[in-house]
């Protein structure tokens, strides 16, 4: 029987790589000249470190491209608060992997009221979608790709 899943997952690489690239920007920068301005990644948390707020938002708008251009979709982005730390401020960004179970739940409905003939199933973090005939699972992606969850989707492992 044909079947997909649906993720939302990135690449760890690709992260760091946009990292280092929007470190090295950051230091090359004239309107951060001087400042301690800089970013670490360490388990799925970007931590930016700089001199104020709006600093803070011109290195998250750095990193958001870094990202974009790295192939990682921003959505998956969570911006925590800032906080002061010594003379610096700190700012996490937390990238989401993963579907929770809210919005798998909600994705399963979805494709029940659709009244299609497949079957979704909740597998830890991703979906597993089955059905007789590939083009019902063509449809599932296509109705998945208008909708908007707060979290990027990827669909793979699609098998005949």
Known sequence: MPSFDIVSEFERHEAQNAVDQANREVSTRFDFRGSDASYSLKDDVITMQGSG????????????????????????????????????????VTLRQGIDTDTAKKIVKLIKEQKMKVQA???????????????????VIALLKEQDFGLPLQFNNFRD
């Not at 750095?62 to 401020?89: E, F, N, T, W, Y």
């Open 53 to 92: 707020e709006f600093q803070l938002k011109q290195m998250l708008e750095i990193l958001q491209s870094k990202l974009h251009r790295r192939g990682i979709d921003i959505a998956c982005l969570d911006v925590g608060d800032s906080q002061p730390k010594g003379k610096m401020r700190t700012q996490p």
């Open 121 to 139: 199933a909740i597998q830890g973090d991703k979906l597993r979608v089955t059905g007789k005939k590939r083009d019902d699972l063509q449809r």
